[in-house]
């Protein structure tokens, strides 16, 4: 399952049948931006799609969609494409336990064959475009920054690895929008106290996990590489950058290195973000390119965000569930799962035994103040052990037939809340919406009291037989004359 690099997964991806080579021409507005809304459309089996024939471009590629399903996600984990997002949840809550993963130094890396330092024209070297419509210009939408932090520069695990989005200004200006939040804003304060420009590296086409990791809330002392290398069971290759101290991943298609200026802020935005609506102009910080490298034949990775279901939310979906899943047990082990998928954990669907009381609400309270559950969890949704929170169909059932409005819905005013939610006001503030769709325990109670029908274990033998016979039956109906 290990793969060393972004190619080696898009090979696999192909050979899996989850990678398709468009090569008509196509403009980059609109139809790149189609293409990848196209794939998106496809959460489960979606394919990975690259382009090479995008008018205005000399033969640059571009890929799209690469975590855009959860087949390709169950491929990058080494499981069948045809695993359920419940088993993939699992696998990789199991996996997150194995932090440090290994991390190796390599010299003449990859991401190094072609070095720019004066003359940088990203218009040129990338085949960008408009992710959506009326985005303020054309967007890095998937790519790694990477920072150290000024207080602390030798301490590896202090290496942050973000996505942020980051707006093209000039040919080699760019515009970097992060939320306090962040951790890249504590690095950015010590830099700024100082009055010193803060080195960054920004990477296209990393290591598939690498991706993954670099979306995930981990503590700010816990390092992305070393997730990423607990999760894919392989070591993650770095090299120093070529312009600062910064460790760059050794394999990416293109490292974009440079400084982001002290105490100036610029004009960024509008984007279509993560919640399918677009953000207003801000006030945030630029990127003095310093230095452009790339291998040889280089791949362009870029992401569409827009109204969901995209390739973001299966980006950053499984990475969301995990940490809070992890961070509740470590004080409540009656959790038994959590669904954090929707636009990076605005709505989390958990999954509880209730001790006692009350008690579900309790874990709605602990998950709020956890580190990603305070600026995001807006509306939390409680239920019951055995409701399987990846399963719609079960939650809404629990929605129906265990709620009380008048005792199971709690309200809590003047929250942090995530500035691109529409539905914060003023921008960065919100509240908390708590629904316990759990059946009560003692001393609660609910009158009159009805047994639930349990459900049928195991079931996955009929269901991978009843399958193979419907296969069978499509395949003799379609032979016949």
């Not at 962040?182 to 991706?211: F, K, W, Y």
């Not at 669904?339 to 209730?354: F, K, P």
């Not at 459900?455 to 004359?481: C, F, H, I, T, W």
Request: one cysteine or more; glycine letters at 6%; hydrophobic letters at 35%.
């Amino acid at each position: 399952m290990a793969f060393r690099d972004f190619r080696e997964f898009l090979k696999k991806l192909e050979e899996e049948g989850q990678l398709v080579r468009y090569s008509e021409p196509v403009r980059p507005e609109p139809d790149i931006r189609s293409l990848a809304r196209a794939a998106a459309d496809m959460p489960d089996t979606g394919p990975a799609v690259i382009l090479d024939n995008i008018r205005g471009y000399k033969g640059q590629q571009l890929a799209l969609n690469v975590h855009g399903s959860w087949a390709n996600y169950a491929i990058m984990l080494g499981l069948p494409k045809t695993t359920p997002l419940r088993e993939l949840f699992y696998e990789v809550a199991r996996r997150w336990e194995r932090y440090p993963g290994e991390v190796r130094r390599v010299t003449n890396p990859a991401c190094q064959e072609n070095v720019i330092t004066s003359g940088i024209n990203l218009y040129e070297l990338l085949p960008l475009f408009k992710v959506n419509p009326y985005d303020g210009g054309c967007y890095l939408s998937k790519a790694i920054t990477v920072s150290g932090d000024p207080d602390d520069p030798d301490n590896f695990d202090k290496t942050n690895l973000g996505l942020y989005r980051l707006q093209v200004q000039g040919p080699d200006t760019i515009g970097l929008n992060v939320v306090p939040a962040h951790d890249l804003v504590i690095q950015l304060r010590h830099a700024e106290s100082l009055n010193r420009p803060l080195p960054i590296a920004i990477c296209l086409g990393a290591h598939p996990m690498l991706t993954v990791t670099s979306c995930t809330p981990i503590a700010y002392d816990k390092s992305e590489y070393k997730y990423a290398g607990a999760l894919s069971g392989a070591p993650q290759e770095i090299a120093k950058a070529v312009t600062c101290n910064l460790d760059v991943p050794a394999w990416a298609e293109y490292v974009l290195e440079g400084e982001i200026t002290p105490r100036l802020r610029v004009t960024e935005g509008p984007f279509a973000d993560m919640t399918g609506s677009y953000s207003s102009l801000r006030a945030q910080f630029r990127v003095q390119l310093k230095a452009v490298t790339h291998r040889n034949n280089p791949i362009f990775e870029n992401l569409y965000c827009g109204r969901p279901w995209t390739e973001h939310d299966t980006l950053t979906g499984l990475s969301t569930c995990v940490p809070m899943y992890h961070q509740l047990r470590e004080t409540m082990p009656e959790v038994k799962a959590v669904n954090a998928l929707y636009q990076h954990g605005l709505t989390v669907i958990v999954a509880v035994d209730n001790r006692f009381g009350g008690y579900a609400k309790s874990v709605a309270m602990r998950l709020a103040s956890t580190p990603h559950g305070v600026p995001y969890a807006k509306n939390i949704l409680l239920v019951d052990g055995d409701v399987d929170p990846f399963d719609t169909l079960q939650v809404r059932w629990a929605l129906s037939t265990r709620v009380r409005p008048e005792r199971d819905v709690t309200v809590i005013h003047n929250t942090p809340g995530h500035p691109s939610d529409p539905s914060s006001d003023p921008p960065g503030m919100s509240g908390k919406l708590i629904i316990d769709a759990t059946t009560p325990a003692y001393p609660d109670k609910v009158s009159p009291k009805y047994r639930t029908v349990e459900p049928v274990p195991n079931l996955d033998v009929y269901r991978k037989v009843l399958s193979e016979m419907q296969g069978n039956l499509a395949r003799a109906v379609g032979a016949k004359p």
